[in-house]
């Protein structure tokens, strides 16, 4: 008889290493990894991840092994690879916490870690320093002083202040400028530093707010880093094996897994401890935030959302995130909206270009959600559809599949229509049909987006294909979504499923704002 795994307490809301470690929580043991990084090449570091990726634990983590804190790292792969004879100073700036309204806070809220810094060493500064960077960098010079070893400065959410205050650009950029003050002391200060690491949710450029630190490497998107913040497939199989029996394992996978940063994909570990307390699949992460005020930047770029499962972009495009300019991809990526599904190889010629997509079925399903609303369908009428559609899909009612469309589009208040610029937006129908079916999380496969006007998608559910041809046209219906289907062979890849395929023309007026066209037909197994 197999024994009986023990379970321990789930390190929900645990950002320490102390707390988990004392608490006899899980832990995934990142130790070995952070010792990787230190001892790599450089000794200045930038992590870019989603909010709620353990980024924080991270930074402790490698504030306790600087520090010399050996007793917490008791059988973990630290214990014996680390060197605790020789401690360093260790300056932890974080702005995890804060809600900082302008400008004048936040330089108060650094003055204020300073002090704190200041008074943790017993330190006395001369008083001829009064600015962020006299005293930053004086705090600097006194450690390696007085302690004979250079200093560690670790940085937590280096740019909250900042994101806090993407809608008010002139609040956004006052920010910048305090932050930039305070990180550039790190490039004056390099005599007195021993190791730098600064993580948060986006990467702003040098330019803007690391001006100078030239030796920064950013590690975002290096391989060998992918897993540094996450839980592995493994991480879930091994250690958080207790918590596994009543839970479907493929479900896990396709509900939670897929954070990839071209290397190992993860998952976001609040998803999983939260479900592994509630026992329940649910968007955990997703709903403790909503993306306001990035459901509001698509739409007013008027977003044609089937791009969402498959969009291409470069390296520059990625990182070109500042207040004065923020480009979609790079805020859908750099938030946790879109991954990386792949890459093209760098050549001396040719940077990579980088294809794009949603993590998993929590993200897929909650962002899509969120965007209805702005593209001008009423939050009520989707609720009410959402059980009736997989109902009709699942026994194959096309002939109800017609009525469900109409409706769907005509609860699009005429309001919207004169106040709002997506109603102009080629891409606007096809859109809000693409994000209606992702909102349900089905299974969708999207083959061609490269006319707004129209969406060739298939849906693969409950032991049945459904091929969809969506066609925008000016007045009169003309047959032509359902031949589109049959010229172009779209069902052809799906009959080996030995599966029904059903072929579903939908024919949309863009003068009547609705359907003036449906037609089906089935193709039996073979």
Request: proline fraction near 5%; hydrophobic fraction near 40%.
């Amino acid at each position: 008889m197999t024994p009986a795994l023990t379970r321990r307490q789930l390190p929900i809301g645990f950002q320490t290493l102390r707390e988990i470690r004392e608490g006899d929580c899980y832990y995934v043991d990142k130790s070995g990894m952070a010792i990787d990084l230190i001892e790599a090449a450089g000794k200045a570091f930038f992590l870019s991840r989603p909010r709620r990726f353990g980024k924080s634990l991270l930074v402790d983590t490698l504030k306790e092994l600087f520090e010399g804190n050996r007793t917490l790292f008791d059988g973990l792969a630290a214990d014996t690879r680390w060197d605790w004879s020789q401690p360093h100073p260790v300056i932890r700036i974080s702005f995890a916490d804060s809600q900082l309204r302008d400008r004048a806070e936040l330089d108060q809220r650094i003055d204020e870690i300073l002090h704190t810094e200041q008074q943790r060493f017993g330190l006395s500064l001369d008083p001829v320093f009064r600015t962020v960077s006299g005293r930053f960098g004086e705090l600097l010079r006194l450690l390696h002083a007085t302690h004979g070893r250079r200093v560690v400065v670790l940085v937590d959410e280096y740019d909250k202040p900042i994101l806090d205050h993407l809608t008010d650009r002139d609040t956004a950029t006052a920010m910048r400028d305090g932050l930039r003050n305070l990180y550039g002391v790190l490039k004056a200060a390099d005599e007195h530093l021993a190791f730098v690491f600064l993580t948060g949710v986006s990467k702003f450029s040098k330019v803007s707010i690391f001006s100078g630190l030239n030796h920064l490497q950013d590690i975002t998107l290096t391989p060998r880093w992918s897993a540094l913040c996450g839980y592995t497939d493994a991480d879930v199989d091994t250690v958080f094996a207790p918590e596994l029996p009543g839970l479907d394992r493929d479900e896990i996978r396709r509900w939670y897994n897929g954070y990839n940063w071209l290397g190992t994909s993860v998952y976001n570990p609040f998803d999983l401890l939260l479900l592994f307390q509630n026992r329940e699949f649910r968007p955990w992460w997703f709903e403790t935030g909503t993306p306001t005020f990035l459901v509001k930047l698509l739409a007013e770029r008027q977003w044609f959302t089937p791009d969402l499962q498959r969009l291409q972009s470069s390296m520059a495009l990625l990182s070109s995130f500042d207040v004065d300019q923020i480009a979609p991809e790079a805020l859908l990526f750099q938030t946790g909206y879109l991954t990386i599904h792949a890459a093209t190889p760098a050549t001396p010629e040719d940077d990579p270009i980088y294809t794009l997509g949603y993590p998993n079925r929590e993200v897929e399903t909650s962002l899509n959600r969120a965007l209805l609303p702005s593209y001008g369908v009423p939050e009520r009428p989707v609720i009410q559809a959402r059980l009736q559609l997989r109902d009709l899909l699942r026994h194959a009612d096309l002939a109800a599949l017609e009525p469900l469309f109409r409706a769907l589009f005509a609860s699009i208040p005429h309001d919207w229509y004169r106040n709002n610029p997506l109603a102009g937006f080629e891409g606007h129908y096809a859109s809000v049909f693409y994000s209606y079916f992702a909102a349900l999380g089905l299974d969708l496969r999207v083959e061609d987006t490269t006319n707004h006007g129209r969406i060739d998608m298939a849906v693969l559910f409950a032991a049945q294909v459904f091929v969809f041809e969506f066609k925008v046209v000016e007045q009169a219906a003309k047959g032509e979504a359902l031949q589109q289907i049959k010229a172009l062979g779209y069902a052809d890849k799906y009959r080996a499923r030995g599966e029904p395929v059903h072929l579903i023309g939908v024919e949309f007026s863009r003068a009547a704002r609705n359907l003036i066209g449906f037609e089906t037909e089935t193709l039996p197994p073979i």
